[in-house]
């Protein structure tokens, strides 16, 4: 990936006008550098938090919609059952979840922000939050399909595969347009808190 976008790239985003919810989305999967771009002038976290909270409550929505029809296929009594007991439940669990989840959010941007101190990243932690926000709606993306039963384990896994490699692409976009870093060492503030990980998970299974 070359760093920046052709300048007449650059002017077509910037007289776009604001983008919406659905555009962001879409500008996220379909050319990352383009939507880095275009959001970098954005004051704060305040719309990358809200983009992050609705993209949440929208995932966990359709995912009790998901939960509720193939219940009510497989019995109907049992469907209005579950009905009421995912709306009871989901007025409860959700402020929960958001709770957690935001929370788990905020600690990983601060974790992929010490590693752009150490490489010399430009901008603040609001940058980073960004980046890490925006990358992350690939997977949430995906995980609104979780409980389709038309989906084999097989293709979920393959489509998680796909997922994954396409957060980590946006993810070192972001910080590399967001944090005026090269795309070199914004993928290596990328990957190193994965391979982290996947070694901690290694070291668990032994």
């Known amino acids: 990936l070359k760093k920046g976008v052709k300048e007449e790239e650059v002017q077509d985003v910037k ?3 604001k983008l919406g919810f659905f555009k962001k989305i879409w500008l996220i999967v379909k050319n990352p550098e383009e939507f880095f771009n275009h959001i970098k002038s ?8 809200g983009f992050y909270v ?19 296929v497989e019995n109907p009594i049992l469907g209005i059952i579950d009905i009421i007991g995912s709306l009871a439940g989901g007025l409860i669990l959700t402020p929960i ?4 989840v935001i929370a788990l959010v905020f600690i990983m941007a601060g974790l992929y922000h010490v ?19 925006y990358a992350s709606a690939p997977g949430v993306i995906l995980s609104m399909l979780n409980g389709l039963p038309y989906f084999s384990e097989y293709v979920y896994f393959a489509l998680s595969l796909v997922a994954f490699l396409w957060g980590m692409v946006v993810l070192t976009v972001g910080i590399a347009i967001m944090q005026d870093m090269g795309y070199g060492k914004a993928f290596m503030v990328a ?11 290694l070291l668990a299974g032994y």
């Open 15 to 17: 007289t776009s006008g």
């Open 42 to 49: 954005e004051a704060g976290i305040r719309k990358a938090l």
């Open 54 to 72: 609705l993209l949440l409550i929208l995932m966990l929505i359709l995912q009790m919609i998901v939960k509720i029809v193939v219940t009510f």
């Open 97 to 100: 979840i958001l709770a957690v």
């Open 115 to 133: 590693l752009v101190i150490v490489f010399k990243g430009r901008n603040p932690f609001s940058a980073t939050f960004k980046a890490v926000v």
């Open 191 to 201: 990957i190193i808190p994965t391979l982290v990980i996947i070694g901690l998970v």
